[in-house]
């Protein structure tokens, strides 16, 4: 009877997930065997013809630290699965995951870091914004009413709208969360920095900045984003919005210009990131047309 695999999950108070993971050694010995035949089948080594040299040539040939990726690959998709489903866990990113301990003859431990999409309590936002229009309205001795005040203009409404929703909702955000998207940040301003023939160093330099000021405008940003997206879909989710189809085939027709753009945007994945988007656009013209 194989040994199974032992997960042990651990939740902090920000809502961050760890699950640990003990994997037995005969497990990885049968994923080592897969792998080894795989790379095995394309690999050509000195002396041998293409797929017929022996396993223990081809593991001489890996990295350790491409053989534990590749072993890793075999087992982690199912068995990190296994543990969420069986812990009732609904993961908001995949997972990161950190080689614990990795011994022959040994069971193999790793960590898997992720976390849930928080809880937002909306209080009485709505009660919140009908004080903020009722603040908008002025009034002036010797008259007998209010006077509203001049309108000022959509976007500074919705400027309005993102600070006061932000100044009295707080929802408790994993840092996880947090910094997969200052790492895409990243990523994004490396990649255009790069296409410029510049270096991060001398990019950060010519705005008086360094990595760890970036990183931390970077953080702030990413946390505001977060929470104000969280808000935005809860006021969906209460108020029921719908998105039709049309509206996500008008958004897709918009970029008929581009048509690989159209294609990519028409596919299943996207379209729920649409209508995600649409949801929350209507989250915050419900609330600047209160203004």
């Known amino acids: 009877m194989s040994e199974k695999i032992i997960s042990t999950v651990a939740k902090e108070s920000d809502g961050t997930i760890q699950i640990t993971l003990t994997i037995p050694y005969s497990e990885i010995q049968t994923a080592e065997e897969v792998v080894l035949k795989e790379v095995a089948n394309e690999a050509t080594l000195p002396g041998f013809r293409k797929g017929k040299a022996p396993l223990s040539k081809v593991k001489e040939g890996l990295s350790k630290e491409t053989l534990i990726k590749k072993v890793l690959g075999k087992i982690l998709g199912k068995a990190i699965a296994d543990a969420m489903l069986e812990n009732k866990i609904k993961a908001a990113i995949y997972p990161r995951i950190e080689v614990l301990k990795a011994q022959d003859n040994e069971a193999w431990e790793v960590r898997a870091t992720t976390c849930e999409m928080p809880k937002v309590d909306l209080g ?14 002025i009034w002036t001795p010797g ?65 008086g900045k360094n990595i760890e000021t970036l990183r931390a405008e970077y953080e702030l940003q990413a946390k505001n984003t977060i929470i104000l997206e969280l808000i935005l879909e ?58």
């Open 234 to 291: 809860e006021i969906a989710n209460q108020e029921k919005t719908v998105v039709k189809d049309k509206q996500i085939d008008d958004v897709i027709e918009a970029a008929k210009a581009d048509p690989t753009m159209k294609d990519r945007l028409n596919s299943p994945e996207q379209r729920r990131i649409i209508a995600s988007v649409l949801r929350r656009r209507a989250s915050l013209d419900s609330l600047v047309a209160l203004l």
């Open 143 to 207: 008259k007998d009413k209010k006077e509203t005040a001049k309108q000022p203009p959509r976007e500074e409404k919705e400027q309005m709208v993102i600070k006061t929703l932000l100044e009295t909702i707080k929802p408790e955000i994993p840092k996880i969360l947090v910094q997969e998207e200052v790492e895409d940040r990243l990523a994004q301003l490396l990649d255009r920095i790069d296409k410029l023939g510049l270096t991060l160093e001398g990019y950060l330099g010519s705005l």
């Open 124 to 137: 009485n936002y709505k009660e919140v914004f009908k004080g903020l229009a009722k603040s908008k309205t």
